[in-house]
Protein backbone atom coordinates (compact mmCIF):
# COMPACT_ATOMS: atom_id res chain seq x y z
CA UNK A 1 0.00 0.00 0.00
CA UNK A 2 1.69 3.58 -1.32
CA UNK A 3 -0.34 6.77 0.36
CA UNK A 4 0.50 9.93 -1.86
CA UNK A 5 0.16 13.00 -0.87
CA UNK A 6 0.91 16.01 -3.43
CA UNK A 7 1.41 19.57 -1.97
CA UNK A 8 2.95 22.93 -3.56
CA UNK A 9 -0.28 23.91 -5.33
CA UNK A 10 -1.62 27.65 -5.05
CA UNK A 11 -1.98 30.79 -7.52
CA UNK A 12 0.52 31.79 -9.90
CA UNK A 13 0.71 34.90 -12.63
CA UNK A 14 1.03 33.81 -15.89
CA UNK A 15 4.71 33.16 -16.85
CA UNK A 16 5.67 32.18 -13.11
CA UNK A 17 6.78 28.86 -12.04
CA UNK A 18 5.44 26.46 -9.58
CA UNK A 19 7.27 23.48 -7.81
CA UNK A 20 4.50 20.16 -6.89
CA UNK A 21 5.85 17.62 -4.58
CA UNK A 22 4.04 14.17 -4.15
CA UNK A 23 5.44 12.67 -0.90
CA UNK A 24 5.11 8.64 -0.97
CA UNK A 25 4.40 6.51 2.29
CA UNK A 26 3.93 2.93 3.21
CA UNK A 27 6.05 1.96 0.78
CA UNK A 28 9.21 2.91 -1.54
CA UNK A 29 8.16 4.60 -5.09
CA UNK A 30 11.81 3.43 -6.18
CA UNK A 31 9.33 0.01 -7.77
CA UNK A 32 7.18 2.68 -9.35
CA UNK A 33 6.11 4.05 -12.40
CA UNK A 34 5.58 7.49 -11.31
CA UNK A 35 3.06 10.52 -13.46
CA UNK A 36 1.42 14.03 -12.62
CA UNK A 37 -2.28 14.34 -14.40
CA UNK A 38 -4.21 17.44 -14.01
CA UNK A 39 -7.93 17.68 -14.26
CA UNK A 40 -9.35 21.00 -15.47
CA UNK A 41 -13.19 21.79 -14.50
CA UNK A 42 -15.68 19.82 -16.63
CA UNK A 43 -12.82 18.04 -18.13
CA UNK A 44 -11.08 14.34 -18.26
CA UNK A 45 -8.15 13.91 -16.17
CA UNK A 46 -5.56 14.25 -18.78
CA UNK A 47 -1.66 12.50 -18.46
CA UNK A 48 0.88 15.08 -18.82
CA UNK A 49 4.00 13.81 -17.41
CA UNK A 50 5.46 10.23 -16.56
CA UNK A 51 8.88 9.00 -15.12
CA UNK A 52 9.59 5.24 -15.27
CA UNK A 53 11.90 3.50 -12.49
CA UNK A 54 14.82 3.80 -14.38
CA UNK A 55 13.48 7.82 -15.34
CA UNK A 56 13.00 7.32 -18.49
CA UNK A 57 10.08 10.58 -18.42
CA UNK A 58 7.48 11.32 -21.40
CA UNK A 59 5.32 14.57 -21.37
CA UNK A 60 2.07 15.36 -23.53
CA UNK A 61 3.01 18.08 -26.30
CA UNK A 62 1.12 21.00 -24.37
CA UNK A 63 3.94 20.94 -21.56
CA UNK A 64 6.47 20.00 -23.00
CA UNK A 65 9.69 22.30 -22.75
CA UNK A 66 7.92 24.35 -19.77
CA UNK A 67 7.18 21.22 -17.35
CA UNK A 68 9.71 18.67 -15.84
CA UNK A 69 9.06 16.10 -13.29
CA UNK A 70 11.60 14.06 -11.53
CA UNK A 71 11.74 11.96 -8.73
CA UNK A 72 13.89 11.10 -5.94
CA UNK A 73 13.80 7.66 -4.56
CA UNK A 74 15.98 8.57 -1.48
CA UNK A 75 13.58 10.58 -0.12
CA UNK A 76 10.00 8.63 -1.55
CA UNK A 77 9.18 11.68 -3.33
CA UNK A 78 8.22 13.05 -6.99
CA UNK A 79 8.92 16.27 -8.34
CA UNK A 80 6.65 18.23 -10.97
CA UNK A 81 8.55 21.31 -12.11
CA UNK A 82 6.26 23.64 -13.88
CA UNK A 83 7.67 26.92 -15.87
CA UNK A 84 6.37 29.74 -18.00
CA UNK A 85 2.89 28.66 -16.82
CA UNK A 86 0.17 29.64 -18.96
CA UNK A 87 -3.49 30.62 -17.66
CA UNK A 88 -5.21 26.99 -19.62
CA UNK A 89 -2.23 25.05 -16.98
CA UNK A 90 -5.15 25.88 -14.04
CA UNK A 91 -6.42 22.72 -12.91
CA UNK A 92 -6.39 20.07 -10.22
CA UNK A 93 -2.81 18.16 -10.08
CA UNK A 94 -2.84 14.91 -9.27
CA UNK A 95 0.40 12.14 -8.64
CA UNK A 96 -0.02 8.31 -9.57
CA UNK A 97 2.36 5.44 -9.08
CA UNK A 98 1.66 2.47 -10.72
CA UNK A 99 3.76 -0.58 -10.30
CA UNK A 100 3.23 -4.10 -12.41
CA UNK A 101 4.42 -6.62 -10.25
CA UNK A 102 4.63 -11.11 -9.59
CA UNK A 103 1.60 -10.32 -7.27
CA UNK A 104 -0.55 -8.30 -9.28
CA UNK A 105 -0.72 -4.31 -10.93
CA UNK A 106 -0.89 -1.43 -8.31
CA UNK A 107 -2.34 1.85 -8.99
CA UNK A 108 -2.58 4.32 -6.27
CA UNK A 109 -3.35 8.27 -6.62
CA UNK A 110 -3.29 11.21 -4.47
CA UNK A 111 -5.63 13.18 -3.37
CA UNK A 112 -4.91 16.23 -5.51
CA UNK A 113 -3.55 20.06 -5.43
CA UNK A 114 -5.19 23.24 -6.95
CA UNK A 115 -3.14 25.02 -9.60
CA UNK A 116 -4.78 28.43 -10.59
CA UNK A 117 -2.24 30.37 -13.01
CA UNK A 118 -3.59 34.15 -12.96
CA UNK A 119 -3.92 35.94 -16.67
Known amino acids: QVRLVESGGGLVQSGGSRRLSCAAS????????VAWYRQAPGKQRDLIAS???????NYTNSVKGRFTISRDNAKNTAYLQMNSLKPEDTATYYCHAHANTYTGEYDYWGPGTQVTVSS
Open 51 to 57: ISTFGIT
Open 26 to 33: GNRIHSYD
